[in-house]
């Protein structure tokens, strides 16, 4: 390895740039009979977390989407919903780790409003979509998932969720490796 000088003059060790996959998460929220609700879907197949339920979510397409356009695309791809950008909101960061070690950013938008009633458009990956309470999530729930939605109910802006070796995929209460990142105010 080499020794390669930064454009301050600084020298930076030559080694590769570590590198994450981003994801996109839907936060979508309505006011229900028992109060607010978030919709979720149940992931199937042959699919990390099989059987766990999940915030719609995705991945970019490469490098000339950003993370707005990826999630208005996977949103109709996965739910049917038609989301206008304008009315995606940011909600929170989330940068997590696998029990098995790797590594993501999550990035959770909110929206409350969309076009068309929400239903199961990629069965090969999904066998179940609905509206559920907030406050009473279903079991089970991808843990990364459920970090990222008791941090958005918190207000929180950044969130840590580095699971260890062992550790569930599925949330669970003993388990719960969630912490939320102070914003500048210093609330967490």
Known sequence: MGTVTGCDGERMSGGQ???????????AVRDGTAGTE???????????AAGCWHLPSGHLDGPWEDV????????????????????????????????AGGARLGVFFEVRRW?????????????????????ALPEPMVAYCRAG???YRAGARLAVHFQEPGDSIAFAPG??????????????
């Open 17 to 27: 740039r570590h590198t994450e996959p981003l994801d996109v998460h839907l936060i």
């Open 115 to 135: 076009h068309g009633a929400p239903q199961v458009r990629e069965p090969q990956v999904c066998d179940a979509i609905g509206w559920f309470p907030i406050d």
């Open 149 to 151: 939605l008791d941090a």
């Open 175 to 188: 388990a719960d490796r969630l912490r939320i990142v102070p914003d500048v105010t210093g609330r967490a």
């Open 38 to 48: 978030v919709l979720l879907s149940r992931r199937a197949g042959d699919v990390y």
């Open 68 to 99: 707005v356009t990826a999630l208005v695309r996977e949103t109709r791809e996965e739910t049917g919903l038609v989301v206008d950008p304008a009315e995606v909101r940011a909600a929170l960061t989330v940068h997590h780790r696998s029990p």
